[in-house]
């Protein structure tokens, strides 16, 4: 383990910044100095100061306190997305991938479908259908990237389904679904872990930037593209409101990619290199 | 070959056909009565008989599959219905402003081709040197970075501070280049990488050491063998950068005031403008689906071994 | 008579600088041929045959060095290749690059000997109908997967014999090949030799190729040589241990295969 983070110095650092970033979305009240949402007139762009460590936005709030509170909803939403992603796609793959058939035949056509279609533009699409806000943007993103993970996992399961089946018949009988299960699961589950998390970083930009586009999250809510979508007309006269809240994306997603790397090629290095996506 | 391409063409209706299908379908689920918003936007006063005659110009009075079927027929004639805003008709609004995201992403798909083959060539070649450190870092880094963040970058420095570049808008070369780069990044930084790993695996290979004892330069080796070789691997991936940069060019579009037809479907969802949305949404899907197909096409055109596998092989 | 030896190596040591550092490769190598003589380079796989070859060329892969000797071609300051010296590689179809074709490669192997191709048009038709290929036209535009072996084989000596060079360096040239290829590919090296005083060094593990075409024989193992002889003496009176056990694996495979009661009956006496 300690050869492993030696060999390759940026895990530490990206680890403790995801541990960060968890910390501040869990204990945003306890971390921020004020009100993300409070408004102030008064303070409207006030420089840095002691109480207000990178000063306050155009409206007089905290610009700290909202990039804590913005990890939430940055955080949250791409969990959300994942969660949703991998349920999915476990399930619907995982069947595929099993049962065989028809039922493979029919699912994997649907996922050829919705490979089909530009995955930023479809989810722009679906959000111009079912409405603007983050549960939305979150819908939309799992609708369109579920089809390339039970893509993978299917194949996965066919993988290990025939080693599954040519084991079992060694073995005389007891080739229970429930057996197969226990042993088809892990190994996918391991693998499917390392995709996700080289996926997270997409999604976090993915999220960000529908946000920046007023598609997302809808203001007041912090949240990190919001923000810089709100700043855009003060870029000369206030660049740090633009500058801090892209700084938090960027190490966000630079942390996760980093991690991600780090698993593949411990885990193994051919796996999804630069995996196909029409990001 | 020719066969697989005529195949490939024969199925393209098929595609453009289920596309359109999906399209329709999704449509259907949007919340809200659609008769509404179109008398809203109209700024027609929704009375029940305003409303019976919304429903009858929309077609919402009929079956789903003869709305389907005349949707499709209209959509055969170019026909997308009319902007719920503007009135004028869709089509002529998206045919309006698609050259401005083309030249964008046209602009873009050149930087991306152009830069990524000498900085991944040359990290392939002086693996772990400085040279090679620092372009993996960049391509790291490019991966990471929102690509509207990084546009407003540009703008605060070349724009805001130095005065160099106008900020915003469309015109000559000195507007496209910030939306450009921005939009570039992060294709140009997955490209960079794959060339690299790509060029690290064909380096070994046993024609590369056969050309230099033959007497051949070093830099047709490089170029020629190398190169060329590595390229073909990664051919079909250049059809992602496509996605890419159709999906990114909305988001690119907003921060530069870029007159293309992602702010204009941007516009459109915050109208909730479904026709102008259907359209854009029918177009980007088809100039994405005959990229992916020219793509596929030009990978089989390339490399000999597919080209010519139907043939008389081996003598 | 030096002055007429297609190559001439003293002392080579040859190390690599992966892993253990200054770990020798080769160690000590001396080894002469002469124009139009073959001397044949015989030893198991890693006994540093190759690396030599790749030496002479100056083709040492990254991470491995020369650190002591010379290797020189008597004659010329420094030894160009495909000018000089030409190589002729095992498993061909692995040497040419895929995308392009046999023609191709013999315009850029012209271009790259300072022949542009459209000054000399036939030199490539020549250079193949002397490798024996019966309609040389026919095989210029192909490429390499839709060639055999032994094909692609008699294209690189022909692609090797381009420049006009003294030496040719065969690597394994016949270990890929069925038998009958094998000795056309042989006999058309043998031939070339005697039309243009060429001088081979010819490496290979089978002792048979050697005692077909070498006129000397070097036995080398573990990066030394252990004697360097006539081949007929040294096949029929082996100074060295090793050289004895090579013989003796060879000729039991070989009295193995002509012995009249093969396979029915039990062991086959050997000397």
Known sequence: ?279 | MYRYILRRLAFLPVILFTVSLVVFLILRLAPGDPAQSYLRLSQIPPTAENLAMAREVLGLDKSVTAQYAAWLGRAARLDFGRSYVTGRPVIDEILHYLPATLELAGASLLITLGLSAPLGVAAALRRNSLVDHMTRGLAFAGVSIPNFWFGFLLAWLFSAELGWLPPLGRGGPERLVMPALSLALMSLAVNTRLIRASMLETMHHRFVLYARARGVPERMVVWRHMFVNALIPILTATGMHVGELLGGAVVVESVFSWPGVGRYAVSSIYNRDFPVLQCFMLVMTAIFVLCNLAVDIAYVVADPRMRLSNQAGRL | MATDAALVIDNLSIETTHGQAGRRLVSDVGLRVGAGEVLGLIGESGSGKSMTCLAVMDLLPPGVRVCGGSVRMPGREAIRRGRDAAMVLQNPSGCFDPVMTIGGHFKETLRALGLPRDRNPDRAAVALGEAGFDDPESVLPLYPFQMSGGMLQRAMIALAMLGGPRLLLADEATTDLDMPTQAGVLGLIDRLRKTRGLGVLLVTHDLSVAARLADRVAVMRDGRILETGPVGRIFAAPRHDYTRTLLAAHFDLHDALCAPDFPDAGDAATA
């Open chain 1, 1 to 279: 383990m300690i050869r492993f983070l030696r060999r390759r110095p940026l895990v530490a650092p990206a680890l403790a910044v995801v541990a960060f970033l968890l910390a501040m979305a869990l204990f945003a009240p306890q971390l921020a100095t004020d009100d993300p949402d409070r408004t102030d007139i008064g303070r409207k762009l006030a420089p840095p100061s002691l109480s207000e460590p990178l000063g306050a936005d155009h409206l007089g709030r905290s610009i700290y306190s909202r990039l804590v509170y913005g990890s939430r909803a940055s955080l949250g939403s791409v969990a959300l997305i994942m969660a949703g992603i991998l349920v999915l796609s476990f399930t619907v793959g995982g069947a595929s991938g099993y049962l065989g058939g028809a039922v493979d035949g029919a699912v994997m056509r649907v996922c050829d479908v919705v490979l089909t279609f530009p995955t930023f533009i479809l989810a722009l699409f679906l959000i111009g259908i079912l409405g603007t806000g983050l549960t939305n943007v979150v819908i939309a993103i799992v609708a369109t990237h579920w089809a390339w993970y039970a893509r993978m996992v299917r194949g996965m399961v066919l993988q290990l389904r025939h080693r599954e089946h040519v084991l079992a018949a060694r073995v005389a009988g007891a080739s229970a679904p429930g057996l197969a299960v226990r042993h088809i699961l892990p190994p996918i589950a391991g693998q499917m872990a390392v995709l996700a998390t080289l996926d997270i970083g997409h999604m976090m930009l993915h999220v960000s930037g529908l946000s920046f586009l007023g598609l997302g999250v809808q203001p007041p809510t912090p949240e990190w593209g919001v923000m810089i979508g709100d700043a855009r007309q003060f870029l000369r006269t206030a660049p740090q409101l633009i500058l801090f809240p892209g700084l938090m994306i960027f190490l966000s997603v630079m942390a996760f990619n980093v991690l991600g790397d780090a698993l593949r090629d411990h885990l193994d290095p051919h796996l999804a290199q630069e995996h196909g996506h029409g990001h």
